[in-house]
Every structure is written in C-alpha cells, then in structure tokens.
C-alpha cells in the first residue's frame, strides 16, 4: 500500500524514487534530494521506519513524499514498484539502493540466504533499472543510480556470492551506459567500500570488526556519490583518493579484452592448428 499526506506543489525537479529506503545509504538519499526540492517515493520493507523519515522530511522541506512498503525479493512487491517507475512520469531519478548480505564461505552458507541476495542484489535491481530506463529513453531524460559495491571488482573467501551480485550489478550498468549513450539519459553506478549501515550485522561480519578509518560514514558516501553525479562521473568510487588507478584499470581491463579478441588458441596450451 502507498500512502502520502502531503499537498504541497509538485517539485519542479521532479520525483526521486528510492529503495531501501528505511535507512542507512538510502535513507540518507532521501533526506540530501528532498534538501534539493525532489518529491520523494520511498521504497522499503519497514512501513513504520518509512514513515517516519517520510514525515520528517516534509517538515522540513515541503516536499511530496510518498511511502510505499514493499519487499522486493517478493515477485508481486517488486512489479507493484517497476509499474510505478512505468507509468509516473514525474520520476526523474532512481536510486536503486535496495540490498542483502550474507558474507560468508559458500559451503556454510543456506540455500535460502544465497537466493535472497540473488533475488534482490541481481533481479529486483535489473527489473528496477530496466523499467527506470524504458521510461527514462521514451521521455529523453532521466537518471538512474545503482548502487554497487568494491566487491564488485574483487572477492574474498567469505564474499563470493555477495562479490558475484555486486559484478553483475557492475557490468550490467556498465551496458546500460552503453545503451543510453547519446541520450538525455544518465546512468551512475556507485562503488562504495566498507560504510556504516547495519547490513553488516545482518550479514554476519560486525563493523566492530573492521579498522575504525576504513569504514565511512554513510553521509560523506552519499554526499560523494551525488557529486560524482553532479560532475558526470559515470562510475564513482567514493572513497578512491587517486582517480589514476581506475584509468588504469580500465586501460588493463580493455588491453586484455583486446587480447582475447583471435580465433586462435594462445600457443602455451600447443593446441594444433
């Protein structure tokens, strides 16, 4: 059910649809576009903590903000938001934020926790998106942003699953700025490393167990992400001081793409020509 209780005007800027909204990283979404004059949908599980962020947020911005519980690992939750992002042609942004953890070994870890983070990391994200980006080219203008993860890029013995979603999420917004590319369309995708949310303790690794100046506060992450949006970084990597690493990376990443484009095999394995 979506509820609202507000009648101001409708934002020139439009609506911000944002998902996993309750708290942390999308929460604090919520609160820094509602300070910039977005409308706001907010997307969770949590009717209550949505709320109640949704009533502070009108007292202090004047802004439209609607509620709408749902969980998308939930087939009929997740098309209840995408027909939303279909069919409401004030949107002009999705943060698509929504996200489950479990870190560890693949062997120690249910079949259940596995498919949670497929469901909503991997499927609910590519309905979202796709759904963002239809609309989005129809109207020539729009702005998505999914949100990622440094795992993305690496994996660790306890994070091969999560680390595998987060490299989905990489290459498909990858191909979606290819898609767009030449539009008033414009896809982010935001790479956070470690940052101050409770999806740590729900996904078993404490953050009392990481170093203190290795984890950032969810405020300078978004407050850096939307930056990098506002100076039209496609890829934004809050917490990467030297941006020559990921030039570097890319050089690498394409050199070796390269590389592999023969229809021969490499002459280590001696296979007959």
Excluded: C
């Amino acid at each position: 059910m979506t509820t609202s209780s507000n009648s101001t005007a409708p934002s020139r800027l439009g609506t911000a649809i944002v998902t996993g909204a309750s708290a942390g990283i999308g929460a604090t979404y919520a609160k820094r576009l509602a300070a910039r004059g977005y409308d706001l949908i907010l997307v969770a599980r949590r009717p209550d903590r949505l709320e109640k962020l949704a009533a502070s947020l009108r007292a202090a911005h004047a802004v439209r903000v609607t509620t709408h519980p749902a969980d998308l690992a939930q087939p009929r939750d997740l098309e209840g938001v995408a027909e939303i992002l279909e069919h409401d042609e004030a949107i002009t942004i999705l943060i698509n934020n929504a996200g489950v953890a479990t870190l560890a070994p693949v062997a120690k870890t249910g079949i259940d926790a596995l498919d949670a983070m497929t469901d909503v990391n991997i499927s609910a994200l590519v309905r979202l998106s796709q759904a963002a980006v239809t609309a989005f080219k129809k109207r020539n203008r729009g702005t998505l942003v999914n949100i990622g993860s440094v795992l993305g890029f690496h994996t660790l013995p306890f994070s091969a699953a999560y680390s595998g979603t987060k490299g989905y999420v990489m290459n498909f917004t990858r191909g979606l700025q290819e898609e767009v590319a030449g539009t008033d369309v414009v896809v982010q995708l935001v790479a956070p490393s470690a940052t101050a949310t409770d999806i740590w303790e729900s996904a078993g690794v404490p953050l009392s167990t990481f170093e203190p100046d290795k984890v950032m506060s969810t405020d300078d992450l978004v407050d850096a992400a939307l930056a990098g949006l506002d100076q039209g970084e496609s890829i934004t990597l809050p917490s990467v001081e030297d941006p020559q690493l990921f030039v570097d990376y890319e050089n690498a990443r394409l050199k070796l793409l390269a590389a592999s484009q023969t229809g021969k095999a490499a002459s280590r394995y001696k296979v007959a020509a």
